[in-house]
């Protein structure tokens, strides 16, 4: 994220790229909005052939990919703009790992809006947003999410499926909590022919999910609970209940709530499947701070006595590659 | 500004923190505000004193220096904050060399609010802002320029009295086009005490460069001109104009329109001093399409080729140390 300091006297430059920094989020969106990775992936690869297929001014163009040069989403040569390999797989919209869509909630205004007043949260130690209660619904705010992020859920979600050996299709009951677009719960669904998923989410947001569920093929095996999970029927006997990216979002007492009625719904032997960024002892939740009323980063040492208190004896660490996430995996006794 | 991939499979982690970029801008913006880093500089290095001492709470101020421990701009350990070199001589608002003050311009809300249109600011190739036209006043926002950024030019300002021999301490007539804060015009004041300076700018802008002058104790040499530059009468004699960073906020005919009356104004072998930061083949200059309705970031072929139109026959190129910038020195032929 930060560039070490050039080496050499002190120079406020890297003061002054943090205070701009907005403008790579307003940039990339810019470009992303204008598809100008795709156009660059099909052939027009100078601000001319740009302008004429985008629709942008030429200057325009030119001047918003100079800077996305700099800042090392394209190259230039002799005039000509080339993707690097990680546009050309991320951002290009022809590429089935595109990510774009991201910039349907990551960067949007309304995400930059919550950190206008981020002082305010640092004075009051939680979010001065007004929808900042993550146990109540706010289905414009989660459905633009499990619509723009599932891209992003790729890695870990194949990892999930892997752990809970998917590919050896043993019959399967899995709860997904708070399944946003589903990708969790569908992977396992897709990869083991014979899982069953139950999905809970507020009703709007479940939408996105049986659509991604009828998309992958498997919505025969998926079905839904509508609700909070703090108050919905979660059913029982699951094999395993998914926690993904769910605890965060929680103080301590609402976070032990929640273990203690994931660990009621397995059946004995079952095993809930958390996953989170687990810091060390640094913690860098800002954005939980700014979004919500009492989040926060926990460490390994937090969650092991949260999940402790809710009734699960152990609780084993697996990173999931490349990618700044864990999986905590905790077994209720047989 | 951008950090290089990782080695290994390529992942979006670096199209994630572009997307999330802007809160760089509101953690520094935040930590500014609430004037962490004098506080921390001053010995309240835990994120209790830090709460204490600032009046923000314990777990939001806590969570704000771990972003900024992440971002490189404290360090952590066993829970004790501290400055980095970096911090403690440009965020500390008891050093000298504090930079603290850009924020009062870098980054605000209306900052970002014109980057808000930036994917429209493309499309037409110039500003969808209502005042981009930089040859009409717009004092709320130059007035701000002009209280904020005067500490980043410290580096610039002292290289150009260098340039000019301000030590020599030579009767000598200098007109800074567009002072702003006037610390260039300033500065060679400062250093030639023979030296008599003309500042020219919109009125409320020229409010704070008087107040300078008086604060660098020069004021006596220190005379103002109101309005604009493509308009009011310049005088004459001079042996130096000052034009620093102004050209970019203008398309080419306009920048040679200005170059003409420079040369008009200066006396026979007196000398134009341009500062701007001048790109080599790619340009960089996003913040001016955002800005600006027709500006851009020149090359040094645009600059000759503009300032030859003006009159100049030879221009030479002098790299400002350690800062991004160049200035340009165009003598009127004796």
Redesign the interface.
Known sequence: ?????TA???????????????????????AI??DVFTAIGAGANTAAALAAKT??????????C??L?????LT?EH?RYAL???SA???DRKSPAC?GS??GF??T?R??SI??S??L??????SVWSEGDNTKPNDEFWVAFARSMA??TV?SSEFIAKLLRAEEGKTTKVLDIAAGHGMYGISVARKNPKAEVVALDWPAVLQVALENARKFGVADRYSVREGSAFETELGSGYDYVLLTNIFHHFDVPTCEKLMRRVYGALKPGGKAITLEFVPN??????????NTDSG?AYTLAEYEKMFRNAGFASLSLHPVP???QQVMVSEKSA
């Not at 050499?8 to 810019?30: D, H, S, V």
């Not at 629709?55 to 918003?64: C, F, N, Q, Y």
């Not at 040069?69 to 989403?73: A, D, E």
């Open positions: 994220m930060a560039t070490p300091s050499g006297r002190p120079t406020p430059e890297r003061i002054f790229n943090a205070l701009n920094a907005y403008q790579q989020t307003a940039a990339l969106r810019a909005e204008l629709g942008a001014s030429e200057k325009g163009v030119r001047i918003l100079d800077y040069t700099i800042q090392g989403f230039k005039g690097t390999q990680e797989i991320f951002l990510v991201m910039a990551l960067g205004e995400a930059r950190f206008d981020l002082t949260a640092v004075r009051n130690g939680g891209p992003l890695p002892e640094d913690r860098v939740s800002l954005i939980m701070l700014a926060d490349e990618m700044p």
